[in-house]
């Protein structure tokens, strides 16, 4: 069964409060962002005081990421003429940079 429930964190310089909405489909282990879907990070389970499994929260999490990576891989076909153009701009020409992700390297 599906729970929702709007978190509330307050900024301790400013006193100003911020609320996000997340929802469980696991009796609380795992905590979901309503406005991505996304495993809520645990910082910001600690920040809002989202009662998480700290355990599951991550576990869940790195297999989505993980996942979301290999996808990035294989689907990555180089830098765009527009990022190469932008690279160029920004390092200078002949500069060779590294894709973190795939670690392609190439050059401006």
Not at 10 to 31: F, H, K, M, N
Not at 44 to 51: K, L, R, S, V
Not at 74 to 96: C, F, I, K, L
């Amino acid at each position: 069964m599906r729970e929702t429930r709007t978190f509330t964190k307050t900024d301790p310089l400013t006193g100003r409060t911020s609320e996000s909405e997340a929802y469980t489909e696991d009796g609380g282990r795992v905590w979901r962002w309503t406005s991505n879907d996304r495993v809520c990070p645990l910082d910001a389970c600690e920040e809002y005081g989202i009662p998480c499994d700290v355990v599951a929260q991550e576990a869940t999490r790195d297999r989505e990421l993980d996942a979301f990576l290999a996808e990035y891989r294989a689907n990555y076909r180089g830098p765009s003429a527009e990022q190469r153009a932008e690279a160029r701009a920004a390092h200078g020409e002949g500069v060779e940079l590294v894709n973190v992700i795939t670690g392609e390297t190439w050059t401006t």
